[in-house]
């Protein structure tokens, strides 16, 4: 798992976290800013991909979803 915080971060953000295949296996929304409470992955991640809070709704983005790009969810 992997483990974060907003401490230092001034906007909301939404953020998904990827497995190595590029699977978003959990999302947490709208993390609040300054903030020291821990957010946690939940499951094994080797990705974190943050956005500007209420874009995982505005986009429709779930669990189960599929990133790819040149590194995430390409053949390792």
């Given amino acids: 798992d992997v483990t974060m915080w907003m401490r230092n971060t001034v906007l909301p953000l ?37 956005l500007l809070a209420g874009s995982a709704d505005r986009l429709d983005l779930a669990e189960g979803n599929k990133v790819k790009s040149g590194h995430i969810g390409s053949a390792q």
């Fill in 14 to 50: 939404d953020m998904l976290f990827i497995d190595d295949t590029g699977a978003v296996v959990h999302i947490k929304k709208n993390a609040v800013p300054f903030s020291e409470a821990i957010i946690d992955s939940v499951h094994p991640v080797r990705y974190v991909l943050e």
